[in-house]
């Protein structure tokens, strides 16, 4: 079993910087490939970004290419979203994702590879 808590979401302002952390426990760190995924009120939960197990690979939706960086501290067992230059459209509950499958690119933004969840931290972007 593994668990999954996110930290560092908040308000800001358009233009705005957050850094969200995800903490991992109970397997391996670096046996987990992890995801981002968000979703805003009354929308579908959408992918934001993907890293392997050794974040060699990373993999970004269109919507955040350039301004959202995601990477990881496996000595930390921690993984983060660097998330810059936000935007309104930018609201949503974030949540970090995990699973056990080897890397597969594109593959890793579809939200049924992964096994593991956490609960959620708030981004809000005021205009």
């Known amino acids: 079993q593994v668990q999954l808590v996110e930290s560092g979401g908040g308000l800001v302002q358009t233009g705005g910087s957050l850094r969200l952390s995800c903490a991992a426990s109970?397997?391996?760190?670096?046996?987990?490939?992890m995801g981002w995924f968000r979703q805003a009120p009354g929308k579908e939960q959408q992918f934001v970004a993907a890293?392997?197990?050794?974040?060699?690979?990373?993999y970004y939706a269109d919507s955040v290419k350039g301004r959202f960086t995601v990477s990881r501290d496996n000595a930390k067992s921690t993984a983060y979203l660097q998330v810059n230059s936000l935007k309104p459209e930018d609201t949503a509950v974030y949540y970090c994702a995990a699973n056990t499958e080897s890397w597969s690119g594109p593959n890793m933004s579809w939200a049924t590879r992964y096994n593991y969840w956490g609960q959620g931290t708030q981004v809000t972007v005021s205009s």
């Open positions: 109970g397997r391996t760190f670096n046996r987990l490939t």
């Open positions: 890293i392997s197990k050794t974040g060699t690979w990373t």
